[in-house]
Nanobody, 114 residues
Framework: QVRLVESGGGLVQAGGSLRLSCAAS????????MNWFRQTPGKEREFVAA????????TYADSVKGRFTISRSNAKNTVYLQMNSLKPEDTALYYC???????RGQGTQVSVSS
């Protein structure tokens, strides 16, 4: 059974930082491209960042470019999202997903206070 488990969310003040983790089990993700998404109630899911299987290529939404960094450790079967200079508008449920599959995690809540 494939599981993706996010962690690292929490409440932080504007300008602060958090590091999210997405740990995979039941599947080796070293050959998978991975995405981070975020969602707030009543809004469409928003793409945040993507990383290819090797970590050599990354893509970011304009809204987070220069503030967030996606990375991965294939040895740990884990993908990360380093979030700096957080803003209240970054408040959302963040979850990871394996590209071109239906596998996604349950998410971790990030709340940024002004």
């Amino acid at each position: 059974q494939v599981r993706l488990v996010e962690s690292g969310g929490g409440l932080v003040q504007a300008g602060g930082s958090l590091r999210l983790s997405c740990a995979a089990s039941g599947r080796t993700i070293s050959a998978d491209d991975m995405n981070w998404f975020r969602q707030t109630p009543g809004k469409e899911r928003e793409f945040v960042a993507a990383i290819n299987w090797s970590g050599g290529s990354t893509t970011y939404a304009d809204s987070v470019k220069g503030r967030f960094t996606i990375s991965r450790s294939n040895a740990k079967n884990t993908v990360y999202l380093q979030m700096n200079s957080l803003k209240p508008e970054d408040t959302a449920l963040y979850y990871c997903a394996i590209v071109r599959t239906t596998y996604r995690g349950q998410g971790t809540q990030v709340s940024v206070s002004s």
